[in-house]
């Protein structure tokens, strides 16, 4: 059933013209994957293992070899709002500036881990010991941990001798090491832990990733080590019996209603909004891996939802699913901190055309640094509680805060950092500016909000609505975070690479938050910053989570959507709830478990 070649893009060589007739002789595989994103790339590739079984990729982007910016590290900014990104929009914030946020979304094979920061973060320990609280059983770290180091092939580094190799996998697929780091990275570092942050070896070990640090980076060569340059590899899409089809829009998945329950047995696909309709059958399993917009959008106009919203735009009820596209957390930051800096420390000489130039040549020549070196290289990971650390001043109400962490070892708020001047992820600096930027962000956020659908057409966008900042304890979180970022700036170990303006009452000015004196500035003079530039981390999860019934979720702990046989959700949506970190990793994880699950469960003879 697979191609002798990489890819397949015509309906015609995997599927079946659909007519309107209803015959079901429709081209078929044993399992159908929507969504060749972290987690479907991994499915496949897993699934595939076995000879005796056909998987079927569905992804409605391109190959990640026709983007050629995905495999240069420091660009990946320049991937958002870029022909590979949804370039989703949330509906309007009325609580987080009154305007609309960018939700990027990979639309691409390998999904957002082609477009991504190339982050690696296990998250806390604690994280997945609070999912199986929640109902999720089997998925604590206990359970997990073994997919992380099975998925993991770690490339020691020479100046990280203190990282213990038996925290990390030696036989994975997905390649992970320690990119190069500019001069800066270091002195803020430095002065996380002059403020009183520990400084430790390691993000990702059962220890957790309470203090400060460098970021592990899904690199290979000083390039971007995506899941589908992993898991997809030329041998993997040499196997017979798996067909990966691009550039193709999976509209609903069709049920056989029958019986008492209805039951998956394939999806219909599309090119284009007037083009023909193809279906395509599933023999075992339709298994969505859409992500965390993309798959409760699938859900939805599938009629698997809520009855009165499916109602509203005339969508035939399959299942009643309250909880589909309810639970969205994403992660919510200040916005850009910049501090300014002196020349010869930071990336920012890249802004220069020139000298971006000679960079790209670089990296085209040697895959060397700079262009290698993570936009984002370190961050610290606190809790907001910590009352050694410097949250508070003479002109601090002291706001109010609730922790909302998994246990006592996980962090409520991360102060990341980028090693240049930068007014947003997808804003140009001018040259001849030079500093430092960092974000606090807040990790376990109270609000949470939805995704719904406008419409019947899968070619309508879903409505995001995060929902920011309907707790206000979530606004508090960054309120201390912000401060805590001021003071970086002035630390005494930051002094001829970082030097911020005594005091500044200039909100126009970029450097504003920067050289704003910490010991002078509100609490509501922070809160309107942060509402003048507050942005998503682009980390959104559990649209589509476990939960112990239909009540709290929309998946079992086998990742089964309740009282729908034969689909499956394997991605982010499923999370019970966010991580504390970054969470490319742990999707990937989780796709490592549960192909071990579906096999598991597979008791039909291929």
């Not at 500019?182 to 059962?206: K, M, S, Y």
Request: charge should be neutral.
């Amino acid at each position: 059933m697979g191609s002798s070649h990489s890819y397949v893009s015509d309906p015609n060589i995997f599927a079946t013209e659909f007519k309107g007739n209803d015959d079901k002789n429709w081209r078929a595989y044993d399992y159908v994957i929507v969504g060749g994103g972290t987690a479907g790339s991994v499915l496949a590739s897993r699934l595939s293992e076995d000879p005796n079984v056909t998987v079927l990729l569905l992804e409605a982007g391109d190959s990640y070899t026709k983007a050629f910016l995905t495999q240069v590290p420091l660009a990946w900014p320049k991937l958002l709002k870029s022909s590979i990104d949804w370039d989703y929009q949330t509906v309007n914030q009325p609580r987080a500036g009154d305007r609309t946020h960018d939700v990027p979304r990979g639309k691409v094979l390998g999904g957002c881990s082609s477009i991504n920061g190339l982050i690696y973060q296990h998250c806390s320990h604690e994280d997945f010991d609070e999912w199986e609280r929640l109902g999720a059983a089997g998925w604590s770290y206990k359970d997990l941990h073994p997919y992380f180091i099975k998925s993991e092939l770690y490339t020691p580094h020479r100046r990280r001798r203190d990282v213990d190799l038996s925290d990390h996998g030696s036989n994975g697929l997905w390649k992970t090491g320690y990119a190069p780091v500019p001069p800066v990275h270091d002195t803020l570092i430095n002065a996380c832990e002059e403020l009183g942050v520990q400084r430790i070896e390691d993000f990702n070990t059962a220890k957790g990733q309470m203090g400060v640090s460098t970021f592990l980076s899904v690199t290979d060569k000083g390039k971007r080590q995506s899941v589908a340059v992993a898991y997809l590899s030329p041998s993997v899409l040499r196997r017979r019996n798996l067909t990966v089809a691009i550039t193709t829009v999976v509209e609903k998945v069709i049920f056989d209603e029958s019986g008492t329950e209805p039951r998956a047995i394939g999806v219909q696909v599309s090119k284009s909004p007037k083009s023909p309709k193809y279906r395509v059958k599933a023999n075992r399993e339709v298994i969505l891996c859409g992500g965390t917009v993309a798959t409760p959008h699938i859900l939805l106009l599938s009629g698997i939802g809520p009855q009165e919203e499916l109602s509203k735009v005339g969508i035939k009820i399959v299942k009643d699913l309250s909880q589909v596209g309810k639970n969205y957390y994403d992660h919510i930051s200040s916005g850009p901190i910049c501090l300014r800096g002196k020349p010869g420390y930071t990336l920012d000489f890249l802004n220069s055309p020139v000298l971006g130039a000679l960079a790209m040549l670089r990296w085209l020549l040697f895959k060397k640094a700079p262009m290698t070196c993570l936009a984002s290289p370190g961050a610290a990971f606190i809790r907001v509680d910590d009352e050694k650390l410097p949250y508070h001043s003479n002109s601090s109400t002291n706001v109010p805060v609730q922790t909302n962490n998994a246990g006592p070892n996980t962090p409520d708020l991360e102060i990341i950092w980028f090693p240049l001047v930068s007014g947003g992820a997808t804003t140009q600096t001018p040259p001849g500016i030079y500093g430092a930027t960092v974000a606090p962000v807040v990790l376990k956020p109270q609000s949470s909000g939805t995704i719904t659908i406008q419409s019947a057409n899968v070619y309508d966008k879903p409505l995001i609505d995060p929902n920011f900042f309907a707790s206000e304890n979530d606004m508090n979180v960054l309120i201390r975070g912000v401060r805590f970022s001021m003071r970086i700036g002035r630390a005494n170990c930051v002094k001829g690479v970082l030097e911020p303006k005594a005091d500044s009452t200039d909100t126009n000015d970029l450097f504003y938050a920067g050289d704003a004196d910490p010991d002078r500035i509100t609490d509501e003079e922070i809160k309107q910053f942060i509402l003048a530039h507050c942005a998503a981390a682009f980390h959104p999860t559990s649209t589509a989570r476990i939960g112990a019934s239909s009540e709290t979720g929309v998946v079992d702990p086998h990742l089964r959507v309740f009282g729908v046989k034969n689909l499956r959700v394997v991605d982010a949506s499923i999370f019970p709830n966010q991580l504390s970190g970054h969470p490319a990793a742990a999707v990937v994880a989780v796709a490592e478990k549960a192909a071990d699950i579906i096999k598991a469960d597979s008791t039909t003879p291929a």
